[in-house]
């Protein structure tokens, strides 16, 4: 599991250097807008990323600090506004997301073997452990990061 872990963590560690210039690209008079109603704009993809990075932490210590664990799911279509992301400020969010992922980084460095195997159930997975859990959230990255992408390449923008 040693390599699968720190290919985990290069992944989380790298995606900021990529979801933020990418953003920096968009011309602000597309950040805000949406490509179809109920669909997020480059912003809100960029804003989500550092929110929900709060969410990992607290899952986190909460996996590690507890003998059986229960994750209750979050969705933001389902658990915000609407509007929730379109009020956060950007450059705040985008600076949020760089400064506490290289703080997660730097922790999940820290972890023992017996620590990313740790396991809890989840609401909405067959099973779930910490490894399950980084390695979701790198690929969470590179989603929003791709959804930014097609935002910023759209023909009709």
């Known amino acids: 599991m040693t390599t699968d872990v720190s290919s985990v963590i290069e992944a989380l560690a790298r995606a900021p250097r990529i979801v933020v210039p990418l953003v920096r690209e968009m011309p602000a008079s597309m950040l805000k807008r949406r490509?179809?109603?109920?669909?997020?704009?480059?912003?809100?993809?960029?804003?989500?990323?550092?929110?929900?990075?709060?969410?990992?932490?607290?899952?986190?210590?909460?996996?590690?600090?507890?003998?059986?664990?229960v994750i209750t799911p979050y969705d933001p279509g389902r658990?915000?506004?609407?509007?929730?992301?379109?009020?956060?400020?950007l450059e705040e969010s985008l600076q949020r997301y760089a400064d506490d992922r290289a703080?997660?980084?730097?922790?999940?460095?820290?972890l023992s073997d017996a620590d990313w195997q740790r396991t809890a159930e989840h609401g909405e997975y067959s099973?779930?452990?910490?490894?399950?859990?980084?390695?979701?959230?790198a690929m969470h990255d590179f989603f929003h990061a791709y959804r930014i992408e097609e935002l910023l390449l759209r023909k009709d923008g």
């Open 35 to 69: 490509p179809a109603p109920g669909k997020w704009s480059a912003h809100e993809h960029a804003c989500h990323l550092a929110v929900v990075h709060r969410l990992f932490l607290d899952r986190l210590d909460y996996m590690l600090a507890t003998p059986a664990p």
């Open 79 to 89: 658990d915000d506004p609407d509007d929730a992301l379109l009020s956060l400020d």
């Open 103 to 110: 703080r997660l980084v730097s922790r999940l460095r820290e």
């Open 127 to 137: 099973h779930y452990s910490v490894f399950i859990m980084f390695r979701h959230l």
